[in-house]
């Protein structure tokens, strides 16, 4: 147990539909992480927050927005869905000072139908 | 910009045998981190090792060593006494060092797809 918590684990929703997927990290970690994982695509980077603030972006659409709250759990918010963003959702945290390695949560399955 | 390769998409060894996965990377940076993460059916994503690329001297974990060539930027892992639950998806990863709250991502490889046999 990484000590990450994702949910859901699974969702099937419809194109066009909006979803929000949640993260809590370990404690005491204040960075949150994104991936996005896809046969295609293998795993990218979505963004990273930290300590409540957007620190790095990487390839997210326009469509998709996160944010950390002060409690310091994420969300990502995923909108008008297409097939193509049926994939695994990955959050990680870390402590992010040095080198700390980051830790993951067991992903949310999304499937767009 | 940073990258990962992994050149081997599958790969198959016997129980109790020994396997090297390969990685190379593309960077300018002088310090940075290197990874070895595990996905197995599950899919949670494991940390195996990890190599700080100021030291010379190669990590090891239990069966799991690697051999980090720096000139080279190469990065390999070897599994020694191979075991059923070692079948999994291995991704190399690279990171830049990072403080407080600076960026601090992981840039992943495609993955090689491990499967021991009995």
């Known amino acids: 147990d990484s000590g990450v918590t994702q949910t859901p684990k699974h969702l099937i929703t419809a194109t066009g539909q909006r979803v929000t997927l949640r993260c809590s990290p370990r404690?005491?970690?204040?960075?949150v992480y994104w991936y996005q994982q896809s046969l295609d695509q293998g795993l990218q980077f979505l963004i990273q927050?930290?300590?409540?603030?957007?620190?790095a972006k990487g390839n997210i659409l326009e469509r998709f927005s996160a944010q950390q709250f002060p409690d310091l759990h994420s969300e990502l918010n995923l909108s008008s869905l297409e097939l193509g963003d049926s994939a695994l959702y990955f959050c990680?945290?870390?402590?992010?000072?040095?080198?700390?390695?980051?830790?993951f949560g067991e992903g949310s399955r999304l499937t767009v139908l | 910009a940073q990258t990962v390769t992994q050149s081997q998409p599958e790969m198959s060894v016997q129980e109790a045998e020994t396997v090297t996965l390969s990685c190379t990377y593309d960077?300018?940076?002088?310090?940075?981190?290197l990874f070895w993460y595990k996905q197995p059916p599950s899919r949670q994503m494991i940390l195996v090792i990890r190599?700080?690329?100021?030291?010379?001297q190669n990590a090891t974990e239990n069966r799991f060593s690697v051999n980090f060539q720096k000139a080279a930027k190469s990065f390999s892992l070897k599994i020694s006494d191979s075991q059923l639950g070692d079948t999994a998806m291995y991704f190399c990863?690279?990171?830049?060092?990072?403080?407080?709250?600076?960026?601090?991502?992981?840039?992943f490889g495609k993955g090689t797809k491990l499967s021991v046999k009995p």
């Open positions: 990680a945290s870390s402590v992010a000072v040095g080198s700390g390695e980051l830790f």
């Open positions: 404690s005491g970690d204040l960075s």
């Open positions: 927050y930290y300590n409540g603030e957007e620190r």
């Open positions: 960077t300018s940076e002088n310090n940075y981190y």
């Open positions: 190599q700080e690329a100021y030291k010379q």
């Open positions: 990863a690279f990171m830049k060092p990072h403080y407080g709250g600076s960026q601090g991502n992981l840039i």
